[in-house]
């Protein structure tokens, strides 16, 4: 035991530094035997990791890919490639936004794929401006992507702006009626799914609690990294059969979490980017990640997702970073809407 523990403690190879931690924490307690079929077992079930192949079951049935291509900030002359490329590396799973401006391009990447249409998850989302034109407002998403449905519609905010003045919320007008005109498009053909996007407990609560809900979202996506872990609405959201997503889980544009001295450590030990890390990070703590890259060397990395993960140790390491950041605030909404209530209410 003594050999074994020195042994790992002081080689290089990566694999031997991560299972050095393993070592440590389980020294006391096992017996050389016990010792070594958790230490098989651990390695085995590492090797055995397929996230790219990881799906997670909806309250529809249907099954979500774990990991999909996020596209917002994604240029023109920039997406349609990264989805290309992503799609051929073997993702099946696509976010868009009508928002993002970039839908055709979106399913121009797609067609330029080769790969078939009902074998991709594509996700798009009603933006603010038509929450009172939900019926026109996935005809135009529609067109735009070129396809005739889509998996996942969500309302990207629950906050309906007027689109004749995009400072204004309606006052006539909420997140609980667009979700009445939402649950229409359920049985069209036009979307699999439905959900939501940016809602905290206490909006959802509204809306679960409200007598027009009938369908209780398919999908939470919110923001979901070390620095917005998020444990009290991820619980909430599972408690209702809500599936949530997780946006922004490299921290986004200039993320600080890359030089996050835990994350760097980890993934020092693994071998791994401090990117894979933190999406393996995601995927543990039972979420879809959605990583945004149009650099194609990053969109294969970010895809490089099994045989490998993380020990329970290093996920706490990682829940355990005390420092907090949000990349989507709610301060350029309407004015008078607020959206987050701190601490994931
Ligand atoms: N529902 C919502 O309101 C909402 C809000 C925000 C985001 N989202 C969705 O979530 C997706 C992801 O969030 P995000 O775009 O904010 O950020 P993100 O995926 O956390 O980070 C994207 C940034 O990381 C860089 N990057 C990606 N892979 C990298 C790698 N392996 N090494 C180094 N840098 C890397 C990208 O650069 P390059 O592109 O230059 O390679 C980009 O600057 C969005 O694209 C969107 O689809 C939804």
């Given at each position: 035991?003594?050999?074994?523990?020195k042994?790992?403690?002081?080689t290089n190879s990566?694999?031997?530094?991560?299972?050095s931690?393993?070592?440590?924490?389980?020294f006391?307690?096992?017996?050389?035997s016990v010792f070594?079929r958790r230490?098989?077992?651990?390695?085995?079930?590492m090797?055995?990791?397929?996230?790219?192949k990881?799906?997670?079951?909806?309250?529809?049935g249907?099954?979500i890919?774990?990991?999909g291509?996020?596209t917002?900030?994604s240029k023109?002359g920039?997406?349609e490639?990264?989805?290309?490329a992503?799609?051929?590396a073997g993702?099946r799973?696509?976010d868009t936004?009508f928002?993002?401006g970039?839908?055709?391009?979106?399913?121009?990447?797609?067609?330029a794929?080769?790969?078939p249409?009902e074998?991709?998850?594509l996700t798009?989302?009603?933006d603010?401006?038509w929450?009172k034109?939900?019926?026109?407002?996935?005809a135009?998403?529609?067109e735009?992507?070129?396809t005739?449905y889509?998996d996942?519609?969500?309302?990207?905010w629950?906050s309906?702006?007027d689109?004749n003045?995009?400072k204004k919320?309606?006052p006539?007008w909420d997140f609980?009626?667009?979700?009445?005109e939402?649950?229409?498009?359920?049985?069209?053909?036009?979307?699999?799914?439905?959900?939501?996007s940016?809602?905290?407990?206490?909006?959802?609560?509204r809306?679960?609690?409200d007598p027009?809900?009938k369908v209780?979202?398919?999908v939470?996506?919110i923001?979901?990294h070390p620095g917005?872990?998020?444990?009290?609405?991820i619980?909430?959201?599972?408690?209702?059969?809500?599936h949530?997503?997780?946006?922004?889980?490299l921290?986004?544009?200039?993320?600080?979490?890359?030089?996050n001295?835990?994350?760097?450590s980890i993934?020092e030990?693994?071998g791994?980017?401090?990117q894979?890390v933190?999406?393996?990070?995601g995927l543990?703590?039972?979420?879809?990640?959605?990583?945004?890259?149009?650099?194609?060397?990053?969109?294969?990395?970010n895809?490089?997702?099994?045989?490998?993960?993380?020990?329970?140790?290093e996920?706490?390491?990682?829940?355990a970073i005390?420092?907090r950041?949000?990349?989507c605030?709610?301060?350029?909404?309407p004015?008078g809407?607020?959206v987050?209530?701190?601490?994931?209410e």
């Amino acid at each position: 035991m003594t050999s074994c523990y020195k042994y790992l403690r002081y080689t290089n190879s990566p694999t031997r530094r991560s299972l050095s931690s393993l070592v440590t924490s389980n020294f006391v307690s096992y017996s050389p035997s016990v010792f070594a079929r958790r230490q098989f077992s651990n390695t085995a079930t590492m090797a055995n990791i397929q996230n790219t192949k990881k799906t997670y079951k909806l309250n529809t049935g249907d099954e979500i890919p774990a990991i999909g291509l996020g596209t917002w900030q994604s240029k023109p002359g920039e997406v349609e490639k990264a989805v290309e490329a992503a799609l051929r590396a073997g993702y099946r799973h696509i976010d868009t936004a009508f928002a993002y401006g970039n839908e055709k391009e979106v399913g121009q990447g797609i067609r330029a794929s080769g790969v078939p249409r009902e074998e991709i998850w594509l996700t798009t989302k009603l933006d603010n401006p038509w929450h009172k034109r939900v019926q026109e407002g996935i005809a135009k998403s529609l067109e735009n992507l070129g396809t005739s449905y889509v998996d996942l519609y969500l309302m990207h905010w629950p906050s309906s702006t007027d689109p004749n003045d995009l400072k204004k919320h309606y006052p006539d007008w909420d997140f609980v009626d667009t979700w009445r005109e939402m649950q229409k498009l359920v049985g069209t053909g036009k979307v699999k799914n439905i959900g939501v996007s940016n809602f905290g407990i206490k909006n959802l609560e509204r809306l679960l609690n409200d007598p027009s809900c009938k369908v209780v979202p398919a999908v939470n996506q919110i923001e979901l990294h070390p620095g917005n872990p998020s444990p009290k609405l991820i619980a909430y959201n599972k408690s209702k059969g809500i599936h949530s997503s997780g946006y922004s889980p490299l921290g986004s544009s200039d993320s600080p979490l890359y030089s996050n001295e835990t994350i760097k450590s980890i993934a020092e030990a693994k071998g791994r980017s401090p990117q894979q890390v933190l999406l393996a990070w995601g995927l543990q703590k039972g979420w879809s990640v959605l990583p945004k890259s149009v650099t194609e060397s990053r969109v294969k990395a970010n895809f490089d997702l099994d045989g490998w993960g993380l020990t329970d140790e290093e996920v706490a390491k990682i829940d355990a970073i005390p420092d907090r950041f949000k990349v989507c605030g709610d301060d350029w909404l309407p004015e008078g809407v607020k959206v987050f209530f701190g601490d994931d209410e």
